[in-house]
């Protein structure tokens, strides 16, 4: 099993829908997660960090299931500026070695 | 604040040619530094990390090399490309010890290996 595993998509939505993103991660000992956008041929961004109580950035909702050991993303009234690769991201507690999912690809269009 | 460089920007080899491709980082001292190559549709594979000055750890095994000559300077280097080595490499950095453990990535360099 990978360490860190995504839908590689791609999610294909119309402006305006919901779209959620789960990623699932094998080691128990992870303390930190976040979420990154990567737009072609960029260098990743960071989108969110990901808090265990779950948190929200505008449009953007992101929760932590540490029982099931998987954190979702979830993205509100889509524009067509979020078309991207979502990049799932976890860190061992202790490590400064990211492990990093191989994305998840959205595609919003009109 | 914390700023990332790399070049160049966009690099064309030959095949058996050297490569040099540097990163440096302002705005913050002692931080965690890597290499990461990300070939056409693929994900990020990590090559390198580094530490501190002179410390590197290799992540895989290739015709590649690090340094770190200064400590907000990573450097990856080849003697002899392969077409393999083709792919876009990303170097980011970490504050590391005593702060947080978000990662922060440079605008990557283009590497295509003809």
């Known amino acids: 099993r990978k360490e860190v595993e995504q839908d590689p998509g791609p999610f294909n939505v119309p402006e305006g829908a919901t779209v959620a993103f789960n990623c699932t991660y094998s080691n128990s000992a992870s303390q930190s997660f976040f979420w990154y956008r990567q737009d072609c041929r960029k260098e990743p961004k960071l989108l969110m960090s990901?808090?265990?109580s779950g948190n929200e950035d505008g449009r953007f909702t992101a929760q932590l299931n540490r029982a099931s050991q998987y954190i979702s993303l979830l993205i509100r009234d889509s524009k067509l500026s979020d078309s991207a690769t979502y990049l799932c991201v976890v860190n061992k507690g202790g490590s400064y070695i990211p492990t990093f999912g191989r994305g998840t690809s959205l595609i919003v269009h009109p | 604040s914390q700023t990332i460089h790399q070049w160049p920007a966009t690099l064309v080899q030959p095949v058996g040619s050297p490569l040099s491709l540097e990163c440096t980082v302002e705005?913050?001292?002692?931080?965690?530094l890597y290499w990461y190559r990300q070939a056409a549709g693929r994900g990020l594979q990590l090559l390198f990390y580094?530490?501190?000055?002179?410390?590197i750890s290799s992540e895989v095994p290739q015709n590649l090399s690090a340094s770190r000559p200064q400590d907000r300077q990573f450097i990856l280097s080849s003697k002899k490309l392969l077409l393999s080595d083709s792919g876009f490499y990303l170097c980011?950095?970490?504050?590391?010890?005593?702060?947080?453990?978000?990662?922060?990535f440079g605008p990557g360099t283009r590497l295509t290996v003809l």
């Open positions: 990901v808090y265990s």
């Open positions: 580094s530490v501190g000055i002179g410390q």
């Open positions: 980011a950095w970490i504050k590391g010890l005593g702060g947080t453990d978000t990662q922060y």
């Open positions: 705005g913050t001292s002692n931080p965690n």
